[in-house]
Nanobody, 120 residues
């Protein structure tokens, strides 16, 4: 089992910055990929960024050059630095991790989400 707790959301003006953090606990040795997703009102949850076990990163097009995903294996956290925020970045942000186990295979675990609101 893996538990995820996000923090760092809030209200910010357009052009500002926020840093989201996700604390990971439990069977962390089984984790390989880590993600940030977001869900805006009336929309489906969508992938924002991914970081693999080898720290290879990938981003959704609209956040490239503005957002940076990172992982701190010593602190068991995955972070999302968000710069030059826009009103359209307003959403609930979720962290997620993939955990591999010999019998059950891969399981994706989710945090509870943290609200990010960007005022224009």
């Amino acid at each position: 089992q893996v538990q995820l707790v996000e923090s760092g959301g809030g209200l910010v003006q357009a052009g500002g910055s926020l840093r989201l953090s996700c604390a990971v606990s439990g069977n962390i040795e089984s984790i390989y990929a880590m993600y940030w997703y977001r869900q805006a009102p009336g929309k489906q949850r969508s992938l924002v960024a991914i970081i693999t076990g080898d720290s290879v990163t990938s981003y959704e097009d609209s956040v490239k050059g503005r957002f940076t995903i990172s992982r701190d294996n010593a602190k068991n956290t995955v972070n999302l630095q968000m710069n030059r925020l826009k009103a359209e970045d307003t959403a609930v942000y979720y962290c997620a991790v993939d955990s591999a186990a010999p019998i059950t295979g891969t399981t994706r675990y989710w945090g509870q989400g943290t609200q990010v609101t960007v005022s224009s």
